[in-house]
């Protein structure tokens, strides 16, 4: 591997047609660095629903374990902005994760740098492990991964919280190096809201379809779940593993 930093986007479920541009503005900014660069954009429907959020923290830890000395991940919603600097800027001693608070002043987790070590492993994995928990109520999202990397994140002392600029949820008028749409201020389009609103209705149906049809308990089958759609993408893209 000649080049360890990578730049990860996952769009599925729709995702990848209605957030084409965000995702070109991901692999801009890779070329523009030198980055290798992956958006993950099949299977084209995922098992996982809205959930598959969570392959975001499998695939960083998988993509670290290969090799790579950093991960910077991209919500498909993010637009990457000709300005952004090179992440070697805000890397400082002892600091192996970085993230940037979003409108709640909670972490947002969806663009989420990640350095190699084995405190950054050890806390993906934390995480991932957490999944079937429950997590306290001041630490919700609704939905994902976000609600558990918010709780788990607290008293982190690896953890550095980032610029604004680095993940902007809220303020139309900073000069931002990454602004995010997500399900807050920022998006406004009366198109991607309604968008966004027949996913969450259909991945609900696709989920409770799917774990009527299991003899195991629903948890087993999340479990089994985020697991296999893993390995399918990590066949689909052997990028994660080497550049």
């Not at 993230?99 to 405190?119: C, D, E, H, P, T």
């Not at 050890?122 to 991932?128: D, F, P, R, V």
């Amino acid at each position: 591997m000649t080049n360890k930093t990578l730049v990860l986007s996952i769009a599925l479920n729709g995702y990848q047609l209605m957030y084409n541009k965000e995702l070109a503005t991901h692999k801009n900014y890779a070329k523009k660095q030198g980055y290798c660069h992956q958006a993950v954009t099949r299977p084209y429907i995922s098992k996982l629903g809205v959930e598959c959020c969570w392959l975001k923290l499998t695939l960083m830890r998988t993509a670290l374990l290969s090799g790579y000395d950093t991960v910077i991940f991209l919500d498909a919603d993010t637009v990457v902005n000709d300005n952004c600097p090179a992440l070697k800027t805000i890397v400082e001693d002892k600091k192996y994760i970085y993230m940037a608070k979003g409108y709640s002043n909670r972490f947002n987790s969806g663009v989420l740098i990640a350095l190699n070590n084995k405190q950054t492993i050890e806390w993906l994995t934390s995480i991932i492990d957490s999944r079937l928990t429950r997590i306290q109520k001041i630490n919700k999202v609704g939905w994902g991964e976000n609600g558990h990397v918010i709780e788990l994140s607290k008293g982190v002392s690896f953890i550095k919280e980032l610029e604004q600029k680095w993940n902007n949820t809220f303020d139309y008028d900073l000069s931002d190096y990454i602004r995010h749409s997500n399900c807050g201020p920022m998006r406004t389009s009366i198109i991607n809201n309604l968008f966004h609103k027949i996913v969450f209705s259909l991945s609900a149906r696709i989920l409770a379809f799917v774990n009527r049809k299991q003899p195991t308990s629903v948890q087993a089958c999340n479990e089994d779940d985020l697991s296999r759609e893993t390995s399918i993408i990590l066949s689909l893209y052997p990028k994660l593993v080497r550049c």
